[in-house]
Each structure stands twice: as structure tokens, then as C-alpha cells.
């Protein structure tokens, strides 16, 4: 029993080793340590990723046309699991800035922004899927009223890697950003985030990262509701 415990463990071990989120083909490593500390990344300790460009627009359109259809139909149907989406959703209170020095609200209407005295940008919250699920869309509703500032929100992959556990390697899956320059107002974004991505709990988590380019616009820029999908495909 004790050969066959231990035979087990080895198998399991090295399974979890191989589920270490090793980049897939096409994935383009971040390697300016100016641009990690950007994204909100220690370059000393941080393996960061990001997914390629994915044009989801056929995709988008035949969301909305299935929406369409659901809300027209006068009987509302049962969802169908191969057809509807299945999620999961994080709001501005689920988010947590990244230092004792943060400076920020989150309103009465569910509404997250960094004070303008604030040096601090990032703010995660983690998300959760079921295991061996693709991830397909995130969904992000946010108001932009800023012509100076603006909004960025990233779907993260965070592995540990059981050989080298001061290491981590994050995969950015999906990006969308209201904007720095513009004044768009109330925004609902979306962005797939590219064929073939699977939960891997054994090894990793998922987390929403919101970056202001500034909090000098206030509660002009503010964070409400992040929505990430996925299938059984």
C-alpha cells in the first residue's frame, strides 16, 4: 500500500509539473522591465506573457445576435448549455488596490476609482472557473469621462511552477482600455480571449486587473462590473 501511495504521488506530482502553464504557441514574453512595472509586475520575479492579437468580431456579432434573438422571443427559452454562456463576475468591491499607500472609493453605485493623490494605479481581484473549462469572453462595464485619463482591464493566468516557486508565469488572456485621450462616457467592452485557453486549477489562478493611466481624472474614470465567460467545447 505504501509503494502504491507513493507511486501515486510521483505520477500525480509530475502531471501537476507538466500542467505548469508553460506558454502556448504564438504567446509573446514581456521582457521590458519598465513595461512590467507598468502592468503591475515585479521583473525579478515575474515570467509575464501576453496572449497574440485575436480578431473576435464575427464572434462579438454572433453574441449579440443571440442575445437578440433571446430577448425577442415572447416564451423565453431554457438556456442551452452548447449555445449560451456560462460565467462568472467580479464588481468595484471585489477589487483591492496594491499597497497601504492607495488612495481610493468605492461609491455607494458600485463604483471604483483612485483618488487623484494616489500613486497607486492597480487594483486585482481574483476570479474563479470551474476546472478544464475554456475561457472565451470578458465583459467590462466602466464610465469614462475623462480626456486625460483613462481605463485598462486584464484577464491574468498566474502559474506557479513546482520546480522554481520563486517563479511566476502570468499570461495576459485579454485586454480591453477605455482610452486616455478620449471621453467615451459609459462603456461595456469586450475581448475574447483566443481559441484553446483552459482553466488549469492544479497549478494556476485567474485574476482581473484594473490600471488606471492616471488618477488625476478622479471619479471621472471609474471601475464597475468585470464579466469573464466560458464554454465546455
Excluded at 122 to 137: K, L, S
Excluded at 177 to 198: E, M, V
Aim: charge should be negative; charged fraction near 20%.
Amino acid at each position: 500500500m505504501t509503494i502504491r501511495f507513493a507511486l501515486l504521488s510521483a505520477v500525480l506530482a509530475f502531471a501537476c509539473s507538466a500542467a505548469h502553464a508553460d506558454p502556448q504557441p504564438g504567446d509573446v514574453r514581456i521582457m521590458d522591465p519598465a513595461e512590467l512595472i507598468l502592468l503591475g509586475f515585479d521583473p525579478a520575479t515575474d515570467e509575464v506573457w501576453r496572449a497574440p492579437e485575436f480578431d473576435d468580431r464575427e464572434l462579438l456579432q454572433r453574441r449579440f445576435d443571440r442575445a437578440a434573438e433571446l430577448q425577442a422571443d415572447a416564451e423565453p427559452m431554457a438556456p442551452n448549455p452548447l449555445v449560451d454562456p456560462i460565467w462568472t463576475a467580479v464588481q468595484s468591491n471585489d477589487f483591492r488596490f496594491r499597497g497601504a499607500t492607495a488612495v481610493y472609493a468605492n461609491s455607494t453605485a458600485m463604483e471604483l476609482y483612485c483618488d487623484p493623490s494616489s500613486s497607486v494605479r492597480h487594483a486585482d481581484a481574483a476570479i474563479r472557473f470551474p476546472n478544464d473549462h475554456r475561457v472565451t469572453w470578458m465583459d467590462v462595464w466602466a464610465v469614462d469621462g475623462s480626456s486625460s485619463a483613462g481605463l485598462e482591464v486584464a484577464l491574468y493566468e498566474v502559474c506557479q511552477n513546482f520546480s522554481d516557486a520563486a517563479t511566476r508565469t502570468a499570461t495576459q488572456l485579454a485586454v480591453v482600455d477605455t482610452g486616455a485621450a478620449a471621453t467615451p462616457g459609459p462603456q461595456f467592452l469586450n475581448k475574447h480571449s483566443g481559441p484553446n485557453r483552459w482553466v488549469r486549477n492544479a497549478t494556476c489562478s485567474y485574476m482581473v486587473r484594473a490600471t488606471w493611466s492616471s488618477c488625476a481624472g478622479g471619479a471621472d474614470v471609474r471601475l464597475q462590473k468585470v464579466r469573464v465567460l466560458w464554454d465546455y467545447d
